[in-house]
Each structure stands twice: as structure tokens, then as C-alpha cells.
């Protein structure tokens, strides 16, 4: 444990995102930033980018660090190749206290500075499909389960959100005033992915062992430590 908070720790401090962080001024720079986008992007909120290199004036440099950024024009994917011109500011602390730190937060998920744009022709798509391939298998296994999930509910997008919610744990918009319902009720937990994901993801992995012929012992062996 202690080895991996002195790992954790120094990483933070010592890694590319405070040392990018480091080269900044309290106003902030225009760069001209290229890097892979790291997250399935979601319309109107701010996007994960991993740059790549920074170009500050004539000088470019290398960087593996996190950025924060909102994308104006057509919306990546996740593992795009993008460029993006904007002004790259430090994280600010929140000005009044005891509301909630999202800076601090965001540092500590190793992101330490943020990339404002301004216009739609400061962002463009450079290159497809150079992000992991694995995450990128995952993000189409699961637009493949959303898409089975809303069969025959075309007409239903309140319905559909809420099966996606609960069994994927979606955070999509089309939920709309049935999510201020499920917060009144106190029972808005059942969107977190929690023991009904659990037991469904057991589910699938004990019908797969069954399936190759695993006996019950075998079964109860396997899925309890996975």
C-alpha cells in the first residue's frame, strides 16, 4: 500500500501533467496541441485528450499529459488523432469556499490543465483509430448492447434510457424528468453499477462455463474471486 501511494505520489508531482503544468503562466499560453482523444466523447461535455506535442511559439515538445477541453464542431471518437489551437491554463482552485473542488479532483486523476477553445475551426480531426485497441472493442461491444437494449422502443427514448441506465449504467440524456422522479424517490441508485450489474455480468460468465461443460463446484470456484 505504501509503495503504491510513493508511486501515485510521485506521479502527480513528477509526472508529464505537472510538468506541462509547470510551464505555464497564471494567465495561460496559445498552443497549438496534438494528441489522441482518451474517452468515448459525449455531446456538450468537456473532453479527455492525451497530447502528444504542445507547440508553445516556435518551440514544440513532446507531452504524454491530460488535458480537459470542450470540442466545438464534429464530435471525435474515442482514439482520434486531433489538433486543437486554444489557450492552456493551470487548474484553478474554486473561488468560494466549501463547494465542491473539481480542479482537485481532476488532478488527482492526473489531469492538470486546461485547453479552452473558441471557435469550431480551432478543432479538427487529424487521423482515425489510434487509440487502444481493446478500449475501442469495448466501446463497440458496448454501443452493440445499447443497440439490442432499445429494440422495438424507437417510440419509447424515456424507456430506453432507463433499461441503458440500469443495465449498462449509461449517463445519457434522454432520461429527462424520469431521473428527478428516480432522485425524489431515493432510488436512484439503481443506475449506479452496482449488485444487478454484478449479478448480471455472473450470469453471463457462469451460462459461458456451463456452456464448456464446468460442473457447479467449478462454477461457484471460478465466480466468486472474479
Do not use: K
Not at 469495448?138 to 432499445?150: D, G, K, N, P
Not at 424515456?158 to 449509461?170: D, K, P, R, Y
Not at 455472473?202 to 456451463?210: D, K, L, R, S
Amino acid at each position: 500500500v505504501l509503495l503504491f501511494f510513493a508511486w501515485h505520489g510521485g506521479r502527480l508531482a513528477l509526472g508529464p501533467d505537472a510538468r506541462l503544468a509547470a510551464l505555464l503562466p497564471a494567465e495561460g499560453r496559445v498552443v497549438q496541441a496534438v494528441g489522441i482523444v482518451d474517452e468515448e466523447p459525449i455531446p456538450e461535455r468537456p473532453l479527455r485528450v492525451r497530447l502528444e506535442t504542445v507547440t508553445l511559439g516556435a518551440q514544440t515538445f513532446p507531452s504524454g499529459a491530460l488535458v480537459r477541453t470542450r470540442w466545438l464542431g464534429e464530435l471525435p471518437r474515442y482514439g482520434d488523432r486531433v489538433q486543437i489551437d486554444g489557450d492552456l491554463h493551470r487548474l484553478a482552485p474554486p473561488r468560494n469556499p466549501g463547494v465542491f473542488d473539481g480542479p482537485r479532483t481532476w488532478r488527482r486523476q492526473g489531469i492538470a490543465a486546461q485547453l479552452i477553445v473558441r471557435y469550431p475551426n480551432d478543432t479538427r480531426i487529424l487521423e482515425r483509430g489510434r487509440g487502444s485497441p481493446f478500449i475501442a472493442a469495448a466501446y463497440a461491444l458496448r454501443h452493440a448492447m445499447e443497440r439490442t437494449l432499445a429494440l422495438d422502443l424507437d417510440d419509447s427514448p424515456e424507456i430506453t434510457g432507463v433499461i441503458q441506465s440500469m443495465v449498462l449504467g449509461s449517463r445519457g440524456d434522454s432520461l429527462g424528468e424520469t431521473q428527478a422522479l428516480f432522485q425524489a424517490t431515493g432510488t436512484f441508485h439503481l443506475f449506479a453499477v452496482s449488485c444487478l450489474n454484478v449479478a448480471m455480468l455472473a450470469g453471463i460468465c457462469a451460462w459461458v462455463m456451463q456452456t464448456a461443460g464446468a460442473g457447479r463446484r467449478t462454477r461457484v470456484l471460478i465466480l466468486i474471486p472474479l
